[in-house]
């Protein structure tokens, strides 16, 4: 019953994240630090709103993690949403998740974790979903494709980061303090290029922080309830979600050989995390052993 409760969060939570993908997609003529500040704004509303319901401290104890999170996360979220002015909205977020391979390069050279050997064959798969994504679309902006491939190089050292934080500080701590430095510097940044939203972009910048919020915590329940090897590849239901959005609403149109790389980035992201999870496992139940 668990496992079921698990997947359908999950499965909520990825269409509230390509929800709030679509409306960043829909902001093209508003710059990228002006929807970080809203997309900060709307998710400080509920950041304050359940630590101060809850009388948790909004200071932590590891100040200077906490900041160097934010900072870290801050610039990753903005590259992500500048590449969206130059690439279909579907290839973006595709890209994105090729975090988890940066995070296990900067896991080994800073917290000299182990990667499995197996785990390079499948990160080189991704890799190589990246060049025939490349290759065979001559349409994808070179520009953004560093932007984002940049943006996922700094999502994988949020994850570095947040293992170094541990379970020291409440999570919505963590959350806080990225939201509050990225609306911070979002609007200090947006100041000079700052475009007077008009009708519905109101309605679509104020559901950014709700989107990103609500995401954020199904994704979280879903995880505490269930293994991570049963949700953790449900997270790529938003490629499709968003995909559709990209195609249906945007007029997006993604050639074969596109497709083709999309599905090899996932499909060999998705196999590192089911394996890892099975290596894992066997390895701690060997210690327990011996």
């Not at 390069?105 to 890799?127: C, D, G, M, N, S």
């Not at 994988?156 to 541990?166: A, E, F, M, Q, R």
């Not at 090897?229 to 990209?246: C, D, M, S």
């Amino acid at each position: 019953m668990q496992l079921k409760e698990s997947i359908k969060l999950m499965l909520l939570s990825t269409l509230a994240f390509a929800c709030m993908n679509g409306a960043v997609k829909y902001l093209d003529n508003i710059g990228a630090f002006q929807i970080v500040f809203f997309r900060s704004l709307g998710s400080l509303f509920f950041t304050f709103g359940y630590l101060l319901k809850n009388k948790i401290p909004l200071v932590g104890k590891n100040n200077k993690l906490l900041i160097l999170r934010g900072v870290v996360g801050l610039t990753s979220m903005a590259l992500f949403f500048m590449s969206t002015k130059y690439l279909p909205i579907g290839t973006a977020v595709s890209l994105r998740y090729l975090a988890p391979i940066f995070a296990a390069i900067f896991a080994v050279l800073i917290l000299k974790e182990k990667v499995f050997p197996l785990q390079w064959v499948f990160f080189i798969l991704a890799f190589l979903g990246v060049v025939i994504l490349k290759g065979f679309d001559s349409n994808l902006d070179t520009f953004g494709l560093m932007l984002i491939l940049i943006s996922a190089v700094f999502s994988g050292l949020v994850y570095i980061i947040i293992s170094k934080i541990g379970k020291s500080e409440h999570p919505v701590v963590v959350v806080n303090y990225f939201m509050i430095i990225s609306a911070i510097v979002g609007g200090v940044v947006s100041i000079n290029s700052w475009v007077t939203p008009v009708g519905m972009q109101w309605v679509f910048l104020a559901s950014l922080g709700v989107f990103g919020y609500f995401g954020q915590l199904l994704m979280t329940k879903a995880f505490q309830n269930a293994q991570t090897n049963q949700v953790a590849p449900i997270k790529y239901v938003e490629v499709i979600f968003t995909l559709i959005l990209g195609v249906t609403i945007f007029g997006e149109s993604y050639p074969f050989w596109s497709l083709f790389g999309i599905l090899l980035i996932i499909v060999s992201l998705i196999a590192n995390i089911i394996y890892k999870d099975k290596k894992t496992k066997k390895l701690a139940l060997k210690d327990s052993k011996s």
